[in-house]
């Protein structure tokens, strides 16, 4: 069906693929298509997205969200349940699965929420959202938030029955103000992360401090970077202002380039896309866009030999399948879903917010350099170019 330059078992390969029923059938040498210039990865796994949608479309839908992940080489999303009303029971849960069903351009999945109101049934809930859907967390959840229902004790963790993603932070460390990298501090992450730790295994979202980096690392935790704690510091501030609010907070540059650096500690790259409009960050809330421009960036920094494709292809596409359990998804290869992108190393583009699809208008990378998609395949039909909707939310 197709042949070019592959990502296959850790390594480019010049061979074809050819799809049966949405999968992989065979990849090899002599498997005939269409010759496709540029690379050909695994198409990206995003397991940390807030689309927003109910009271808060102003700022995403899961049209707008799951529109942004195709063009931005995503194949599925993992949506986090701090919505408005949140996903703490399963009538919402289901509400918002079928909603996806009808509206996503990309494959879908949802974590449901911990919050102070659901806490007493939360293994009841678990069993029974798992009847149906496939739960892939219950997540993010956090030790520090503005709401306070959602700020969960720590003891309370040893309780659920199922994987956990955790914001770690500890309130103590927290204060209010602007912007907020003055006001969060690093120890309120580090402090969250060692307490956690002594409690048990988790998937700890957007780590931003070299020391907690090291201490999950050395643990059976599992933990994601986000792009903006990998590209941007504190000195952003003259340039995007009253934008730079997200939590964690942006730390400083030598930490940043640490990070970086040391891409290799992180089992997962994930957005966090946390879309806010304009006028609300004038406000100070906290929360970036990412989903579509992580995987185009990421792709340029290796094409210039800042990470490797080999770790790249990793943390967005092997290790959030394996960790997560999506079976069928995070590799090309034989058996598995045929969803792949095609990126063509020479099209450098330069990142421009009015050309994206997040309904929120902004981004904090304006003006970065990117490769975006060429083509991305879902199932093996090529959806981009397209634009045909053919996400699928995930059962059992
Ligand atoms: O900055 C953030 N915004 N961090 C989070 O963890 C949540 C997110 C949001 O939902 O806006
Ligand atoms: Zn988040």
Redo the contacts with the bound molecule.
Sequence with gaps: MIRGKIFYKGKFIEAGIEVEDGKIKRIGKLVKGRELDGIILPAGIDVHV?F?DFRESHKETIESGSISALYGGICLVVD?P?TNPPIENFEIYEERVKKAEKESYVDYALNLALTKRNLEKINETISKISEKYFLPAVG?V?IQ?NDENFQIDYGELGKVKHKLTI?AEDPKFVQKGNPNFLYRKREAEIVAIKKCLEIGNFHF??ISTKDAAEMISKSKSTFEFSPHHLLLSEEDYSRIGYLI????PLRKKYEVEWLLKNFCLADVLAS?H???LVEEKKEG????PGVEVMYPIFVYLASKGLISFKELVEKIAINPAKIFGFQDYGEIEEKKYANFVVFDLKKVETIRASKLHSLCGWTPYEGFKAVFPEEVYIRGEEVKKSETKLGKSLRR
Excluded at 285 to 288: C, E, L, P, Q, T
């Design positions: 807030h927003r986090q701090n993010e956090f938030h914001h979202c957007h609010n997200v939590n964690p966090d946390a879309p806010h809330v906290s929360g970036f």
